[in-house]
Protein backbone atom coordinates (compact mmCIF):
# COMPACT_ATOMS: atom_id res chain seq x y z
CA UNK A 1 0.00 0.00 0.00
CA UNK A 2 0.90 3.31 -0.59
CA UNK A 3 1.99 5.56 2.66
CA UNK A 4 -0.45 8.95 3.18
CA UNK A 5 2.80 10.79 1.91
CA UNK A 6 2.40 8.90 -1.45
CA UNK A 7 -1.10 10.35 -1.58
CA UNK A 8 0.18 13.65 -0.35
CA UNK A 9 1.94 14.46 -3.32
CA UNK A 10 -0.08 13.31 -6.22
CA UNK A 11 -3.34 15.31 -4.76
CA UNK A 12 -1.18 18.75 -4.91
CA UNK A 13 -0.76 21.75 -7.00
CA UNK A 14 -2.25 23.08 -9.84
CA UNK A 15 -1.17 26.68 -9.20
CA UNK A 16 1.39 29.49 -8.30
CA UNK A 17 3.53 29.25 -4.90
CA UNK A 18 2.05 30.82 -1.95
CA UNK A 19 5.87 31.83 -1.00
CA UNK A 20 5.34 34.10 -4.49
CA UNK A 21 2.39 35.98 -2.89
CA UNK A 22 0.32 34.51 -4.96
CA UNK A 23 -3.39 32.27 -3.96
CA UNK A 24 -2.89 28.49 -4.58
CA UNK A 25 -5.57 27.00 -7.15
CA UNK A 26 -7.50 23.78 -6.78
CA UNK A 27 -5.04 20.79 -5.89
CA UNK A 28 -7.67 17.96 -6.45
CA UNK A 29 -5.25 16.91 -10.02
CA UNK A 30 -2.90 13.76 -9.29
CA UNK A 31 0.41 14.87 -10.70
CA UNK A 32 3.32 12.80 -12.19
CA UNK A 33 5.49 11.75 -9.68
CA UNK A 34 8.79 12.04 -12.10
CA UNK A 35 10.34 10.76 -15.40
CA UNK A 36 11.60 7.39 -15.44
CA UNK A 37 15.52 7.12 -15.60
CA UNK A 38 15.98 5.91 -19.16
CA UNK A 39 13.58 8.55 -20.76
CA UNK A 40 15.25 10.73 -23.46
CA UNK A 41 18.49 8.25 -23.26
CA UNK A 42 19.80 5.09 -25.04
CA UNK A 43 18.55 2.06 -23.62
CA UNK A 44 22.50 1.59 -22.34
CA UNK A 45 21.70 4.15 -20.13
CA UNK A 46 19.11 2.33 -18.30
CA UNK A 47 20.08 -1.44 -18.41
CA UNK A 48 17.71 -2.29 -15.71
CA UNK A 49 14.30 -0.75 -17.83
CA UNK A 50 13.63 0.83 -14.39
CA UNK A 51 10.85 2.84 -14.96
CA UNK A 52 8.80 5.96 -12.47
CA UNK A 53 6.62 5.14 -10.09
CA UNK A 54 2.93 5.40 -11.26
CA UNK A 55 0.66 7.57 -9.27
CA UNK A 56 -1.04 5.95 -6.29
CA UNK A 57 -4.82 5.71 -6.94
CA UNK A 58 -6.67 6.94 -3.92
CA UNK A 59 -10.45 6.95 -2.47
CA UNK A 60 -12.59 9.60 -2.53
CA UNK A 61 -11.53 11.17 0.61
CA UNK A 62 -7.85 11.13 -0.77
CA UNK A 63 -6.69 7.96 1.58
CA UNK A 64 -4.16 5.85 -0.52
CA UNK A 65 -5.38 2.57 -1.61
CA UNK A 66 -2.84 0.75 -3.92
CA UNK A 67 0.36 1.78 -6.12
CA UNK A 68 2.28 -0.81 -8.79
CA UNK A 69 5.13 0.37 -10.45
CA UNK A 70 5.35 0.27 -14.70
CA UNK A 71 8.88 -2.32 -14.02
CA UNK A 72 9.77 -4.97 -11.06
CA UNK A 73 10.69 -2.85 -8.66
CA UNK A 74 8.51 -1.10 -5.67
CA UNK A 75 10.10 1.95 -5.08
CA UNK A 76 9.58 2.94 -1.14
CA UNK A 77 7.81 6.16 0.37
CA UNK A 78 11.29 7.93 0.53
CA UNK A 79 11.08 8.75 -3.52
CA UNK A 80 7.95 11.05 -2.93
CA UNK A 81 10.83 13.78 -2.25
CA UNK A 82 11.06 16.95 -3.60
CA UNK A 83 7.65 19.37 -3.78
CA UNK A 84 7.64 20.41 -7.92
CA UNK A 85 4.98 22.86 -9.36
CA UNK A 86 4.38 21.35 -12.69
CA UNK A 87 5.37 24.57 -13.96
CA UNK A 88 8.93 23.70 -12.12
CA UNK A 89 9.45 20.36 -13.41
CA UNK A 90 12.64 19.74 -15.08
CA UNK A 91 11.94 16.16 -16.93
CA UNK A 92 14.90 15.82 -19.32
CA UNK A 93 17.37 13.85 -18.11
CA UNK A 94 20.15 14.19 -20.10
CA UNK A 95 19.75 17.69 -18.94
CA UNK A 96 19.71 16.26 -15.22
CA UNK A 97 22.67 14.43 -15.64
CA UNK A 98 24.99 17.29 -17.27
CA UNK A 99 24.21 19.66 -13.87
CA UNK A 100 25.06 16.43 -11.71
CA UNK A 101 28.34 15.95 -13.92
CA UNK A 102 29.09 19.67 -13.56
CA UNK A 103 27.74 20.27 -9.31
CA UNK A 104 29.83 16.52 -8.91
CA UNK A 105 28.54 16.28 -5.62
CA UNK A 106 25.56 15.89 -3.30
CA UNK A 107 23.82 15.17 -0.10
CA UNK A 108 23.04 11.16 0.45
CA UNK A 109 20.53 11.04 2.93
CA UNK A 110 18.98 7.84 4.70
CA UNK A 111 16.46 7.33 7.42
CA UNK A 112 18.12 7.24 10.67
CA UNK A 113 17.43 4.46 13.27
CA UNK A 114 13.71 3.99 14.95
CA UNK A 115 13.11 7.75 16.48
CA UNK A 116 16.30 9.32 15.29
CA UNK A 117 16.23 12.14 12.67
CA UNK A 118 17.62 11.08 8.92
CA UNK A 119 21.23 11.09 8.59
CA UNK A 120 23.05 13.26 5.83
CA UNK A 121 26.32 12.93 4.29
CA UNK A 122 27.87 15.63 1.71
CA UNK A 123 29.81 13.31 -0.76
CA UNK A 124 31.62 13.34 -4.40
CA UNK A 125 29.56 11.62 -6.55
CA UNK A 126 29.85 10.22 -9.81
CA UNK A 127 26.56 8.98 -11.72
CA UNK A 128 26.83 5.87 -13.98
CA UNK A 129 24.34 4.63 -15.58
CA UNK A 130 21.45 3.57 -13.39
CA UNK A 131 24.31 3.52 -10.55
CA UNK A 132 25.83 6.55 -7.90
CA UNK A 133 29.44 5.53 -6.51
CA UNK A 134 30.73 7.85 -3.64
CA UNK A 135 32.90 6.47 -0.87
CA UNK A 136 32.40 8.02 3.32
CA UNK A 137 35.07 8.10 6.35
CA UNK A 138 34.56 4.63 8.03
CA UNK A 139 34.74 6.90 10.90
CA UNK A 140 31.19 8.11 9.84
CA UNK A 141 28.65 6.57 11.71
CA UNK A 142 26.07 7.22 9.10
CA UNK A 143 27.27 4.20 6.86
CA UNK A 144 26.43 1.67 9.51
CA UNK A 145 22.56 2.62 9.32
CA UNK A 146 22.46 2.33 5.82
CA UNK A 147 21.11 -1.83 5.56
CA UNK A 148 21.12 -3.56 2.37
CA UNK A 149 18.89 -1.73 -0.47
CA UNK A 150 17.97 0.38 1.98
CA UNK A 151 15.84 3.52 0.85
CA UNK A 152 17.83 6.59 0.28
CA UNK A 153 18.44 9.90 -1.58
CA UNK A 154 21.00 12.39 -3.03
CA UNK A 155 20.23 16.12 -3.26
CA UNK A 156 22.26 17.36 -6.11
CA UNK A 157 21.86 21.27 -6.32
CA UNK A 158 22.72 23.57 -8.99
CA UNK A 159 23.08 27.32 -8.65
CA UNK A 160 20.79 29.38 -6.49
CA UNK A 161 19.90 33.26 -6.06
CA UNK A 162 18.00 35.48 -3.76
CA UNK A 163 15.24 37.05 -6.43
CA UNK A 164 14.25 40.76 -4.73
CA UNK A 165 10.64 42.09 -5.43
CA UNK A 166 12.10 45.08 -6.35
CA UNK A 167 12.96 43.83 -9.39
CA UNK A 168 9.29 42.78 -10.52
CA UNK A 169 7.39 45.01 -12.54
CA UNK A 170 4.10 43.96 -11.39
CA UNK A 171 6.00 46.35 -8.20
CA UNK A 172 5.20 49.12 -9.45
CA UNK A 173 1.87 48.28 -10.97
CA UNK A 174 0.26 47.39 -7.69
CA UNK A 175 2.80 46.69 -5.16
CA UNK A 176 1.24 42.76 -4.17
CA UNK A 177 4.91 41.39 -4.30
CA UNK A 178 6.92 39.02 -1.78
CA UNK A 179 11.14 38.31 -2.33
CA UNK A 180 11.72 34.21 -3.36
CA UNK A 181 14.35 31.99 -3.90
CA UNK A 182 15.16 30.39 -7.01
CA UNK A 183 17.76 27.06 -7.61
CA UNK A 184 17.66 23.85 -9.37
CA UNK A 185 18.05 20.96 -8.14
CA UNK A 186 18.19 17.08 -8.66
CA UNK A 187 17.10 14.49 -6.69
CA UNK A 188 18.75 10.67 -7.51
CA UNK A 189 16.53 8.51 -5.47
CA UNK A 190 16.88 4.54 -5.30
CA UNK A 191 18.39 2.04 -2.85
CA UNK A 192 21.91 2.09 -0.95
CA UNK A 193 24.40 -0.34 -0.51
CA UNK A 194 27.74 -0.39 1.65
CA UNK A 195 30.83 -2.04 0.04
CA UNK A 196 33.82 -3.24 1.88
CA UNK A 197 35.40 -4.97 -0.84
CA UNK A 198 39.18 -3.78 -0.96
CA UNK A 199 38.98 -4.61 -4.87
CA UNK A 200 35.59 -2.33 -5.36
CA UNK A 201 36.83 0.24 -3.46
CA UNK A 202 40.00 1.09 -5.20
CA UNK A 203 37.76 0.97 -8.66
CA UNK A 204 35.52 3.24 -7.02
CA UNK A 205 38.37 5.89 -6.14
CA UNK A 206 39.90 5.07 -9.15
CA UNK A 207 36.81 5.78 -10.97
CA UNK A 208 35.46 9.06 -8.95
CA UNK A 209 39.56 10.30 -9.05
CA UNK A 210 39.63 10.34 -13.03
CA UNK A 211 36.10 11.93 -13.14
CA UNK A 212 37.00 14.79 -11.29
CA UNK A 213 40.57 15.26 -12.25
CA UNK A 214 39.90 15.15 -15.92
CA UNK A 215 39.26 18.72 -16.68
CA UNK A 216 42.81 19.32 -15.60
CA UNK A 217 45.48 20.06 -18.15
CA UNK A 218 47.69 17.23 -16.10
CA UNK A 219 45.31 15.10 -14.22
CA UNK A 220 46.46 13.58 -10.64
CA UNK A 221 46.04 9.36 -10.92
CA UNK A 222 45.67 7.44 -7.53
CA UNK A 223 48.89 5.77 -9.14
CA UNK A 224 50.82 8.50 -8.44
CA UNK A 225 50.68 8.15 -4.54
CA UNK A 226 52.75 5.12 -2.82
CA UNK A 227 50.63 2.00 -3.36
CA UNK A 228 51.06 1.23 0.08
CA UNK A 229 49.74 4.81 1.23
CA UNK A 230 46.89 4.10 -1.07
CA UNK A 231 45.98 0.84 0.96
CA UNK A 232 46.05 2.47 4.36
CA UNK A 233 43.68 5.00 2.99
CA UNK A 234 41.87 2.81 1.32
CA UNK A 235 41.26 0.98 5.18
CA UNK A 236 39.84 4.27 6.27
CA UNK A 237 36.69 4.31 4.39
CA UNK A 238 33.44 2.27 3.05
CA UNK A 239 32.19 2.12 -0.56
CA UNK A 240 28.66 3.17 -1.39
CA UNK A 241 26.90 2.46 -4.18
CA UNK A 242 23.25 3.84 -5.13
CA UNK A 243 20.96 2.48 -7.91
CA UNK A 244 19.05 4.74 -9.13
CA UNK A 245 15.24 4.07 -9.32
CA UNK A 246 14.10 7.51 -10.37
CA UNK A 247 14.94 10.81 -11.19
CA UNK A 248 13.44 14.26 -9.54
CA UNK A 249 14.47 17.39 -11.35
CA UNK A 250 13.11 20.71 -10.48
CA UNK A 251 14.17 24.47 -11.49
CA UNK A 252 12.65 27.00 -9.94
CA UNK A 253 13.26 30.12 -12.22
CA UNK A 254 10.03 32.28 -11.51
CA UNK A 255 8.34 30.45 -14.25
CA UNK A 256 4.71 31.10 -11.92
CA UNK A 257 5.47 35.28 -12.72
CA UNK A 258 4.82 37.27 -16.12
CA UNK A 259 7.40 37.46 -18.83
CA UNK A 260 8.16 41.45 -17.54
CA UNK A 261 8.51 40.21 -14.03
CA UNK A 262 11.21 37.95 -15.19
CA UNK A 263 13.17 39.75 -17.31
CA UNK A 264 13.36 42.47 -14.56
CA UNK A 265 14.87 39.39 -12.09
CA UNK A 266 17.39 38.43 -15.22
CA UNK A 267 18.40 42.42 -15.10
CA UNK A 268 18.40 42.82 -11.41
CA UNK A 269 20.81 39.48 -11.18
CA UNK A 270 23.04 40.32 -13.74
CA UNK A 271 24.08 43.30 -11.43
CA UNK A 272 24.75 40.80 -8.63
CA UNK A 273 28.59 40.09 -8.30
CA UNK A 274 27.69 36.62 -7.39
CA UNK A 275 29.09 34.02 -10.08
CA UNK A 276 26.07 31.69 -9.08
CA UNK A 277 22.99 34.91 -9.36
CA UNK A 278 24.33 35.53 -12.53
CA UNK A 279 24.36 32.06 -13.53
CA UNK A 280 21.11 31.66 -12.41
CA UNK A 281 20.11 34.92 -14.43
CA UNK A 282 21.40 33.17 -17.53
CA UNK A 283 19.01 29.93 -17.03
CA UNK A 284 16.42 32.27 -16.76
CA UNK A 285 17.40 34.19 -19.96
CA UNK A 286 17.80 31.10 -21.69
CA UNK A 287 14.20 30.19 -20.51
CA UNK A 288 12.91 33.15 -21.80
CA UNK A 289 13.92 33.04 -25.28
CA UNK A 290 12.55 29.65 -25.46
CA UNK A 291 9.78 30.85 -25.24
CA UNK A 292 9.95 33.68 -27.57
CA UNK A 293 13.24 34.63 -29.40
CA UNK A 294 12.43 38.37 -29.65
CA UNK A 295 13.65 39.88 -25.91
CA UNK A 296 14.91 42.64 -24.52
CA UNK A 297 17.65 40.07 -23.07
CA UNK A 298 18.83 40.27 -26.47
CA UNK A 299 20.49 43.66 -26.17
Not at 134 to 150: F, Q, V
Request: charged residues 25%; proline residues 7%; aromatic residues 4%.
Amino acid sequence: MCSDLDAAHEAVVRAVEVSDGDAAANADAAIPLGPALGEGLPDVENPGGVRALEPCRTSGRGRSQSARTTGTIRVPSIVESMYTPPFNRADDVQELRRLVTHVRAGWLVTNGPVDAAPSATYLPILWQGDRVIAHLAKANPHWREISPDAPAVIIVTGPDAYVSPAWYRAKAEHGKVVPTWNYSAVHLVGTARVHHDAEWLRKAVDELTNAHERPREEPWHVSDAPSSYVEGQLRGIVGLELTVTRVEGKAKLSQNRSRADREGVVVGLRESQRPEEQSVAEEMAAVIRAERPSSLLDG
